[in-house]
């Protein structure tokens, strides 16, 4: 049972547009949600978080939107550049439950910033 | 500036071998986990430790155990090595049990078993 779902594998953008990587989860216990960048041959590096006290998070060109009712966040890169062509991995945690800041992840989104 | 640190970076193993995958931090970090990436999957925590001198169960622990030596270092032990568990792993940090804090990865152990 996927508890973090990334519905769509790839996502292609032109250079200085909008990129816009969608998330949904499942768990109602879920209060903490992180994006992470992945390129080949290196660990996830971590991006922006939000918790689910907020519903907008904001960081230079990265935001993430919450939306609690629907179990759904999102990522926008503005302006998206061809270095962000990577895999974006979202993670969340029931963090108020003391569950050790488990992070579980979905299956992440290839991004392409073509030139 | 290290953060986290895995050894090695490569192995391929014959089915049956033992190995242990190592992994230290220096940003003095409470809790460490280790997780196992496969192709069109996400990151699955295999055991974490939430301090040192505890370790617990992630979602696929099975084949795998674990020694968190000293505040900075945490080790998973493949006892006896199957295909199965090829895969790339992934150790990381966190600094606080609990508290809304990323955690913070190396770049993993590239493991093949023949």
């Known amino acids: 049972d996927q508890q973090v779902k990334q ?22 216990m879920f209060d903490y949600f992180l ?4 390129y080949p041959a290196e660990g996830p590096t971590f991006l922006i978080s939000i918790s689910s006290i907020k519903d907008k998070n904001e960081d230079g060109r990265f935001t993430v ?3 609690k009712s629907a179990k759904h966040l999102s990522l926008h890169i503005v302006p998206s550049q061809p270095g962000d062509s990577a895999v974006y991995f979202c ?6 439950t003391g569950a050790n800041s488990k992070l579980t992840f979905g299956k992440g989104i290839t991004l392409s910033v073509r030139p | 500036n290290a953060g986290v640190t895995q050894t090695p970076k490569f192995q391929v193993l014959k089915t049956g071998q033992s190995m242990t995958l190592q992994c230290a931090q220096d940003m ?8 196992r990436q496969d192709p069109g999957m996400g990151l699955r925590l295999i055991y974490y430790s939430a301090s040192e001198g505890t370790t617990d169960k992630g979602e696929v622990p099975n084949g795998y155990n674990v020694s968190r030596l000293n505040k900075r270092e945490f080790s998973l032990r493949l006892e006896s090595a199957a295909p199965s568990q090829t895969s790339v792993y992934f150790c990381a940090s966190s600094g606080r049990q609990g508290a809304n804090q990323p955690q913070h990865f190396g770049d993993g152990t590239r493991l093949s078993i023949l």
Request: one cysteine or more; charged letters at 10%; aromatic letters at 16%.
């Open chain 1, 7 to 28: 519905n769509s594998p790839s996502l292609s953008v032109q250079e200085g547009r909008i990129s816009i990587l969608n998330c949904d989860y499942t768990n109602s």
């Open chain 1, 35 to 38: 994006w992470y960048k992945k």
């Open chain 1, 65 to 67: 939107f919450l939306n």
């Open chain 1, 91 to 96: 993670a969340a945690s029931a963090s108020h």
């Open chain 2, 28 to 35: 003095n970090h409470n809790s460490m986990y280790w997780y």
